[in-house]
């Protein structure tokens, strides 16, 4: 007796239904198509060294034929997990939720784990009420924190009481290296600063981001620590503080640019407050670099989206979104975990200049 070509017809088989014309494959279907065990399948799924090529190639090519694709709530009931990822997060940035998203997506391709969102409000009575219940409700595997929320100490120790994996994208170490990813912004500020100097600017502005943003604080010390280098100082009237949005950056903008004398340059604590400070030049017929210089920081669609195009430092938030969904999905290896770190790098197009004469 030889075995069938197309997928049992067994009715206790509990994933069913029809795609392109056939029953949906189930995963004792792709067993029994492949001449191997429902354990090996689930290994191959599940990406187990302790298969061997040539079997883990003929499942992985039944697997293609039919299409077959693992439920994650099944998964999850029977393994007594959820093959479910979160991102928490607070930040009033939308390309940086969007880009973070999209590396998380890029990270978890293929490994059969899902990304579920929960935007939250640091300032919120409930705030870490509602990450418990989040984290509960959806059984998470582990969860992602982007800042601002990885710099809130209090929500580390919530998913370690509850044990739930998480990673820490922030600006500075601040956990365990196996629990984190750092930016090192301050660097960033710093390459900012330098850049602005060698154009020969010396009445120089800065627009902070919030101030319960560890970044905004990393930010502006790497700059005044680059600017102390050559001999100057911000003062308190060189500094606003923006809220990394656009029309902060307007209003920032607005506020610099009326004085007299006004910066030749001006440094941004992100892209978006610097896009706002283009706006606010046009508006007071200023051109942009021969009035004032404008930088940026992360590199985000909007630096070339705008005219003229920042100049800006960039932070590969994508790919730093790629290496935590890896690093999570990596921590129930025995190993230790070393520190993962990126480094920001100047990237210079029009909106920077020499000093006007």
């Not at 939308?94 to 590396?103: C, E, F």
Request: aromatic share 6%.
């Amino acid at each position: 007796m030889t075995a069938s070509n197309t997928p049992s017809s067994n009715p206790d088989d509990s994933e069913t239904g029809v795609e392109g014309g056939r029953r949906r494959a189930t995963i004792n279907d792709i067993a029994r198509l492949a001449g191997v065990s429902k354990k090996t399948v689930s290994r191959v799924i599940n990406q187990s060294p302790f298969v061997r090529d040539e079997t883990r190639e003929r499942i992985e090519a039944v697997i293609a034929e039919w299409g077959y694709a693992p439920d994650p709530q099944a998964r999850g009931l029977a393994f007594r997990r959820s093959f479910l990822i979160g991102m928490i997060y607070d930040n009033p940035n939308p390309q940086y939720v969007v880009n973070m998203q999209l590396g998380l997506l890029d990270g978890l391709r293929g490994s059969g784990f899902e990304l579920v969102v929960h935007p939250c409000d640091r300032s919120s009575p409930t705030f870490l009420a509602d990450i418990r219940a989040f984290v509960e409700r959806q059984k998470l595997f582990g969860v992602v924190l982007p800042p601002s929320v990885s710099e809130d100490d209090r929500v580390a120790k919530l998913l370690n009481e509850i044990g739930c994996s998480y990673i820490r994208i922030a600006s500075v170490e601040l956990d365990k290296p196996e629990h984190m990813i750092v930016g090192h912004d301050r660097l960033g500020g710093a390459q900012a600063a330098r850049h602005i100097l060698s154009l020969g600017h010396r009445r120089i502005a800065f627009i902070s981001g919030p101030a319960t943003f560890r970044s905004s604080h990393e930010r502006r010390g790497g700059f005044e620590d680059a600017l102390a280098e050559a001999g100057l100082k911000l003062s308190d009237e060189d500094i606003v503080q923006g809220g990394y949005t656009f029309e902060s950056g307007v209003a920032c903008g607005d506020v610099l640019l009326a004085r007299s004398p006004r910066p030749t340059a001006i440094f941004c604590g992100n892209d978006e407050m610097a896009a706002g400070v283009l706006q606010s030049a046009r508006k007071a017929g200023l051109s942009v670099p021969g009035d004032v210089t404008v930088v940026g920081f992360d590199d985000f669609q909007i630096a070339q989206a705008v005219w003229p195009p920042l100049t800006t430092v960039r932070t590969p938030t994508r790919e730093i979104g790629r290496m935590a969904a890896e690093k999570l999905l990596g921590v129930e290896r025995p190993e230790p975990r070393d520190l993962t770190t990126t480094e920001p790098s100047l990237v210079v197009r029009e909106s920077s200049g020499p000093v006007p004469a």
